[in-house]
């Protein structure tokens, strides 16, 4: 894009609303953090504080970076993009740093990162071009839909390995919304369908112990609540112990007496919820849905079909990530480590999904430019 086009119009066409939705989650972010490792010692939460801080405000610098590549040569780089995410998914295979039982990151320069994270973003600029260059009049088949899976069983068995499941199933679910927002094909549709309900209860010998285990605590939590199903009781009792309007600021005792695990991570909607009620959790829930929705309407209003599939792979990442974290912490849904999109304390997924963010508005920016 010219220079001088990018400078009138930088006003003018930048989608603030939904930069200033992203800014108030992570602000939303900060104040949960602190409050979930504010009975920790100070240089531990100062620690945590300063990489976040840092983080988020290289969040902010990738943004605005963003506006400055158009969209369409993102695109052309996908293969290339896509290739590296799995090598440095293999390299997490050899090299990688186990925690908690999971081999998921990788140690660079003291920085941990997670390149499970960022290959969302390869799989969505993949499966975009892949369907864009089909150039279809009508609805993808299953045929069409063959190519793009091949790539994306790639990243899903090496993350499955680590094991991060949560994480592996994403990719086809960033496939699924792609594909759909496309168009697919009737009858397509009805037999991925009865695909499914075919092979959803032969899966269950495919799984291992603990992942069985995860699915009949979601049933019956209460059956070993010092065990299997601490973590969703403890959650569910301090969702329901904030109430309508929440205990206060600061003042959520299941986290400060350290009763809720994964508290500024994984849960950290739960810390939330208990300090400000069940009105706050409302709001916030309704800021996501705010900035989903401006995520869709640069979808639907895109200038070109291949802007409108990658709006489309964002808004199907971030509503996926969002969705199923509360629902694990709802207890209604396995617990396979899902962060809250920009809330959830960790760099890997604030950068993917401020990535995501970048290239959502990077599509709005272009809506009305002229080659």
């Known amino acids: 894009m010219d220079g001088r086009y990018l400078e009138r119009s930088a006003t003018r066409n930048f989608d603030f609303t939904t930069l200033a939705l992203t800014m108030t989650l992570c602000a939303i972010g900060f104040m949960a953090i602190y409050s979930a490792n504010m009975q920790s010692d100070s240089a531990n939460l100062q620690g945590m504080y300063i990489r976040q ?3 988020t405000l290289s969040a902010m610098v990738i943004i605005g970076a963003m506006m400055f590549v158009d969209y369409r040569t993102m695109e052309r780089l996908a293969y290339p993009l896509y290739w590296i995410g799995v090598l440095s998914l293999l390299a997490v295979t050899f090299f990688g740093k186990t925690v908690s039982g999971a081999q998921r990151w990788l140690s660079l320069g003291g920085l941990n990162v997670q390149p499970s994270e960022f290959m969302k973003i390869a799989v969505i600029l993949l499966v975009v071009r892949i369907i864009d260059d089909m150039e279809r009049e009508t609805d993808l ?11 994306v069983v790639v990243p899903f068995l090496l993350v499955a390995k680590q094991p991060d499941l949560g994480t592996a199933m994403i990719y086809f679910i960033i496939l699924a919304g792609i594909a759909f927002f496309a168009g697919i094909n009737k009858g397509t549709l009805l037999r991925m ?5 075919l092979f959803l209860p032969t899966s269950w010998m ?3 112990p603990y992942q069985k285990n ?3 605590t979601l049933l019956n939590p209460e059956e070993d609540p010092m065990g299997k199903g601490y973590h969703t009781i403890q959650s569910k009792i301090a969702i329901g112990s904030g109430g309508l309007w929440g205990k206060g600021l600061f003042q959520g005792t299941q986290s400060k007496l350290n009763f809720l695990p994964e508290k500024h991570t994984d849960f950290i909607f739960s810390v939330i919820s208990e300090e400000v009620g069940f009105i ?3 709001v916030i829930l309704f800021i996501f849905f705010l900035l989903i929705m401006r995520i869709v309407d640069v979808a639907m209003t895109s200038r070109d079909k291949g802007g409108a599939l990658l709006a489309a792979g964002v808004g199907t990442m971030i509503s996926f990530n969002f969705l199923y974290n509360i629902g694990m912490t709802l207890g209604i849904v396995p617990i396979v480590g899902v962060p809250l999109p920009f809330i959830s304390y960790g760099g890997s997924a604030l950068l993917t999904n401020a990535i995501g ?4 508005l990077n599509v709005s920016f272009r809506r009305f430019s002229v080659d």
């Open 357 to 360: 963010v970048g290239i959502a």
């Open 141 to 151: 088949t299953l045929w069409d839909l063959l190519r793009p899976a091949a790539y």
């Open 280 to 282: 706050g959790s409302l």
């Open 214 to 216: 995860r699915l009949l």
């Open 193 to 197: 369908g009865v695909a499914i309900a």
């Open 206 to 208: 495919f799984l291992k």
């Open 53 to 55: 801080a840092a983080w």
